[in-house]
C-alpha cells in the first residue's frame, strides 16, 4: 500500500480544478459531451471560419469498418502562430515576457516579449516566403535550445509549412534519413553551440547529413539556413577558430542574418484547415525505421492548451520552466506551443544540469522564482546523487508544481523530489504521454487529485484509458494489462508521415477499435492508473506478469543504488527470470552483502516470485542520446550474446564492452 499525498493549501488557493469533485464533474462533462467541453477552450482562439456546430469530432479507431481516421472541427480555419502572438499582442499583452533565456554559461541571459517574438517571426517566415518556401513544404530544425528554433518553428506554423525538428544530437545519417523521408525543403542550423565544456559542431553534421541524404537517399535539400550563436556567447571551454568548425557551402548556405535584413516584421498568416498539418516529428520505431509522427492544427492548439493550464495551473504572474529540448515532444508542446497559447512566461534553458556545476538546475529556479518545473526522472536521480545539501544552499520556495515525464519515477525519485525539491508542500504531476499523444493523457491534477509516489494517476479531460488482457478483453477494476484507448482526444497524432498503412498497423491493428499505445498499466484499489513500462519490457516470471519498472522501483529504494535496469532472460523453469544492472551512489561498494540485500528487498516488496536471479554491476547503462535506456542490449549482455546489432542510437558505445566484462 502507497501512501496517499494530498494537495497542500499552498497548491489548491491557485488550483484551476481545486477539488476532485470538481476533477469528477469536468471529467464526466469532458467525456459525455465533448463538444461543450472542447469548444470553451475553442472560443478562446481566433477563427477566421468557426468549426460547425454537431460536426465537432468524427473518428474511426476501427480498422475492419475501413481506413482509420480521426478528425476534430473539420472545416474551421485559423492560424496557431496567430493564436500564440498576434492574439495575444493585440489584447494588450504585447510587453509580457515569453521566454526568458538563460545560455549554457550562467553569464549568458536574455529575455524576449510577446511583440519581439511575433516581429522576429514574421521577418523570419517572409524570409523563408521569398525563398519559396510554402504551405505544406517541409522544413527541417536542427538547432539547439535558443530563441531562433522557438522563431523557425512559429514561422512556420504561420505559412503553414510542417517542421519537423530533429534533436540536436542525432548522428548525420539519422538527420539525413529523417529529412530524406519527409523531402524537407530547407535544413535550418546554428553554427554550434556549448553543452556543459562541450562544443557542439552543429554546422557541421548538417553538412555531412547533406552529403549523406544526397548520395544515399536521393534527396538534395535546396538551402541550410544558419544563424551564428557561437560568436555571441561565451566560451565554455578552448574554442577554435570558428571558421575551421564548417565548410561554407555557396549555393546552398545563407545565415540567418543575412536573410532576415531588411524583412518586414508584418506577414499575412496562412490561413489553415483545423486538419491541415501543423507539424512532424520523429520517434523510433520497433522495426528500426523512424516514425514520422503527424500532428495537426485544431486539436493539438485545444489540447496543448488545456493540459498546460490544468496540468501546471499556470496563472499570469508565474514563470514557468520545462526543461526538455525543443528536439523531443515534450519541447515542442511543453516549451513551445503550450505556454504561448496561455500567454505564459517560460524560461528556455540551453545548458545541462551539471554546468558550471550540478546545482544549476536550482540556482536558475531560484534567480526566476519559478513556478512550475517540469523536468524527468533520469534527471532527478542524476542530481539526488550528490545529496540535499547543495539543493538547501538554494531558494526554492517559489516552487508550486513538480512535474515529471518520459518514463515512470520511481517512488524514491518522486519522494526526493516532493520532498527536497519541493519542500513537501507542492504537487507532483507526473504526465503520462507519448509523441502521438501530442499532450498528457494520463496525469494528476495538482488542486484535484490526490497523489501516489510512481503513480501517473488519472486521465486527463476527453481520455478514457481502458486496460486489456492477452486476448483483448476489457479488464474492469484493479488490474493490469496493456493500456489503450478507445476514442480520440484533440491532440492526438492523425497519420505517420507518408506511411498511413504503417499507422494503422502499429497502433490500431493488436487490438481492433483501439489505439495501443505500447506500455502496459495497472489500476490499483483506489482507481489509480500506474504505467508499468513498455509492453516489450513486461515480464513473465512463472506465470506472473510484472514490470521492469516496478522492480527498478524496488532496487532504487535501496540507499547504495542509484539507478537500475532490469531485463528479462530465458529460464528453463519460470519461463523469464530477471536480471538486474544496478549503479552506485558516490562512495558505495558493490560486494555480496549489497546483492543479497537487494534480492531481499525485492522479495519483500513484490514477492518471492519477482527475487532477481541476478544483480550484476554497472558502470553506466547504455542509452539513447535522448536517455532511453536500451533494454534490447541489455537482453543481449544478460545471456552474454555479443551480437548486439544495431548501435547507431547508443550516447556511448564503451559502457557496452564494460557490461559485457563485468557480467558475473
Ligand atoms: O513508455 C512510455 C514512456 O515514454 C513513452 C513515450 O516516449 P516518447 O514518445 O519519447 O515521449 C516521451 C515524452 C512524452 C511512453 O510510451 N513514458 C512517458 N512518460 C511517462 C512514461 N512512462 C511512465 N510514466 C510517464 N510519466
Known amino acids: 500500500m502507497s501512501r496517499v499525498y494530498k494537495p497542500t493549501e499552498h497548491v489548491v488557493n491557485k488550483s484551476w480544478v481545486p477539488s476532485l469533485q470538481r476533477y469528477k464533474?469536468?471529467?464526466k462533462k469532458s467525456i459525455d459531451d465533448p463538444e461543450a467541453f472542447w469548444s470553451k477552450i475553442a472560443s478562446e482562439f481566433h477563427w477566421e471560419i468557426p468549426y460547425q456546430p454537431g460536426k465537432f469530432v468524427s473518428y474511426n479507431f476501427d480498422v475492419d469498418k475501413g481506413d482509420i481516421f480521426i478528425k476534430w472541427m473539420e472545416g474551421a480555419v485559423t492560424n496557431v502562430c496567430y493564436n500564440l502572438l498576434d492574439r495575444n499582442v493585440r489584447s494588450g499583452h504585447g510587453e509580457k515576457i515569453a521566454y526568458y533565456w538563460a545560455g549554457n554559461h550562467p553569464d549568458d541571459y536574455s529575455r524576449i516579449s510577446y511583440r519581439t517574438l511575433l516581429d522576429m517571426?514574421?521577418?523570419?517566415?517572409?524570409?523563408?516566403?521569398?525563398?519559396?518556401?510554402?504551405?505544406?513544404?517541409?522544413?527541417?530544425?536542427?538547432?539547439?535550445?535558443?530563441?531562433?528554433?522557438?522563431?523557425?518553428?512559429?514561422?512556420?506554423?504561420?505559412i503553414g509549412a510542417i517542421h519537423s525538428v530533429v534533436f540536436a544530437g542525432f548522428s548525420p545519417d539519422s538527420l539525413a534519413e529523417r529529412m530524406s523521408d519527409c523531402k524537407a525543403k530547407v535544413l535550418i542550423t546554428s553554427d554550434g553551440?556549448?553543452?556543459?565544456?562541450?562544443?557542439?559542431?552543429?554546422?557541421?553534421?548538417?553538412?555531412?547529413?547533406?552529403?549523406?541524404?544526397?548520395?544515399?537517399?536521393?534527396?538534395k535539400v535546396d538551402m541550410c539556413i544558419v544563424v551564428a550563436h557561437l560568436k555571441r556567447v561565451t566560451p565554455c571551454g578552448p574554442m577554435p577558430d570558428i571558421d575551421t568548425l564548417y565548410e561554407w557551402n555557396d549555393g546552398v548556405d545563407v545565415w540567418w542574418h543575412d536573410i532576415i535584413e531588411d524583412q518586414s516584421t508584418m506577414c499575412q498568416p496562412e490561413w489553415m484547415g483545423a486538419e491541415d498539418p501543423l507539424f512532424m516529428l520523429y520517434t523510433s520505431g520497433s522495426t528500426g525505421k523512424p516514425k514520422g509522427v503527424l500532428h495537426t492544427t485544431g486539436g493539438y492548439l485545444l489540447y496543448a492548451t488545456a493540459t498546460f493550464r490544468y496540468v501546471f495551473d499556470y496563472r499570469p504572474l508565474?514563470?514557468?520552466?520545462?526543461?526538455?529540448?525543443?528536439?523531443?515532444?515534450?519541447?515542442?508542446?511543453?516549451?513551445?506551443?503550450a505556454p504561448l497559447a496561455n500567454r505564459a512566461t517560460s524560461v528556455m534553458f540551453e545548458g545541462t544540469p551539471f554546468y558550471p556545476d550540478n546545482t544549476r538546475y536550482w540556482s536558475l529556479i531560484e534567480k526566476y522564482k519559478i513556478t512550475?518545473?517540469?523536468?524527468?526522472?533520469?534527471?532527478?536521480?542524476?542530481?539526488?546523487?550528490?545529496?540535499?545539501?547543495?539543493?538547501?544552499?538554494?531558494?526554492l520556495s517559489s516552487l508550486r508544481i513538480l512535474g515529471s515525464v518520459g518514463e515512470p519515477i520511481n517512488p524514491e525519485a518522486w519522494l526526493w523530489y516532493y520532498n527536497i525539491i519541493g519542500n513537501g508542500r507542492c504537487s507532483i504531476s507526473d504526465t503520462f504521454w507519448q509523441t502521438e499523444t501530442g499532450g498528457h493523457v494520463l496525469t494528476s491534477l495538482p488542486g484535484a487529485?490526490?497523489?501516489?509516489?510512481?503513480?501517473?494517476?488519472?486521465?486527463?479531460?476527453?481520455?478514457?484509458?481502458?486496460?486489456?488482457?492477452?486476448?483483448?478483453?476489457?479488464?474492469?477494476?484493479?488490474?493490469?494489462?496493456?493500456?489503450?484507448?478507445?476514442?480520440?482526444?484533440?491532440?492526438?497524432?492523425?497519420?505517420?508521415?507518408?506511411?498511413?498503412?504503417?499507422?494503422?498497423?502499429?497502433y490500431f491493428s493488436k487490438f481492433k477499435g483501439y489505439y495501443c499505445t505500447g506500455d502496459g498499466a495497472r489500476r490499483d484499489?483506489?482507481?489509480?492508473?500506474?504505467?508499468?513500462?513498455?509492453?516489450?519490457?513486461?515480464?513473465?516470471?512463472?506465470?506472473?506478469?510484472?514490470?521492469?519498472?516496478?522492480?527498478?522501483?524496488?532496487?532504487?529504494?535501496?540507499?547504495?543504488?542509484?539507478?537500475a535496469a532490469v531485463v528479462s532472460k530465458p529460464h528453463p523453469v519460470k519461463g523469464e527470470s530477471l536480471y538486474c544492472f544496478v549503479i552506485l551512489n558516490e562512495g558505495a561498494t558493490f560486494d555480496a552483502n549489497l546483492v543479497a540485500s537487494l534480492k531481499k528487498l525485492v522479495r519483500n516488496r513484490i514477492g518471492a516470485f519477482a527475487a532477481p536471479d541476478v544483480i550484476q554491476y554497472a558502470p553506466g547503462l547504455p542509452k539513447t542520446r535522448s536517455g532511453k535506456i536500451m533494454r534490447r542490449i541489455l537482453r543481449k549482455i544478460a545471456i552474454g550474446d555479443k551480437n548486439i546489432g544495431d548501435t547507431s542510437t547508443l550516447a556511448d558505445p564503451s559502457v557496452v564492452e564494460e557490461l559485457f566484462k563485468n557480467r558475473p
Open 121 to 158: 517571426v514574421c521577418q523570419f517566415a517572409n524570409a523563408l516566403r521569398s525563398h519559396g518556401v510554402k504551405k505544406g513544404d517541409r522544413v527541417s530544425i536542427y538547432m539547439p535550445m535558443i530563441l531562433e528554433t522557438v522563431v523557425c518553428m512559429l514561422a512556420c506554423a504561420r
Open 449 to 506: 487529485t490526490p497523489m501516489k509516489p510512481g503513480a501517473a494517476g488519472y486521465p486527463f479531460f476527453g481520455v478514457q484509458p481502458i486496460l486489456l488482457d492477452e486476448n483483448g478483453a476489457v479488464i474492469e477494476g484493479e488490474g493490469e494489462g496493456y493500456l489503450v484507448f478507445s476514442k480520440p482526444w484533440p491532440g492526438i497524432m492523425r497519420t505517420l508521415f507518408g506511411d498511413h498503412s504503417r499507422y494503422e498497423s502499429v
Open 318 to 337: 508565474d514563470t514557468y520552466w520545462c526543461t526538455a529540448d525543443v528536439g523531443w515532444i515534450t519541447g515542442h508542446t511543453y516549451v513551445v506551443y
Open 372 to 395: 512550475q518545473f517540469y523536468t524527468a526522472p533520469t534527471a532527478i536521480r542524476s542530481l539526488m546523487k550528490f545529496g540535499e545539501e547543495s539543493v538547501k544552499k538554494h531558494n
Open 25 to 27: 464533474d469536468m471529467y
Open 525 to 563: 484499489e483506489d482507481g489509480f492508473l500506474w504505467v508499468t513500462g513498455r509492453i516489450d519490457d513486461m515480464l513473465n516470471v512463472s506465470g506472473h506478469l510484472m514490470s521492469t519498472a516496478e522492480v527498478e522501483g524496488v532496487l532504487t529504494e535501496e540507499p547504495r543504488v542509484s539507478e
Open 193 to 219: 553551440a556549448w553543452r556543459g565544456e562541450k562544443l557542439l559542431t552543429l554546422k557541421k553534421t548538417c553538412d555531412e547529413a547533406l552529403e549523406i541524404a544526397k548520395k544515399n537517399h536521393n534527396h
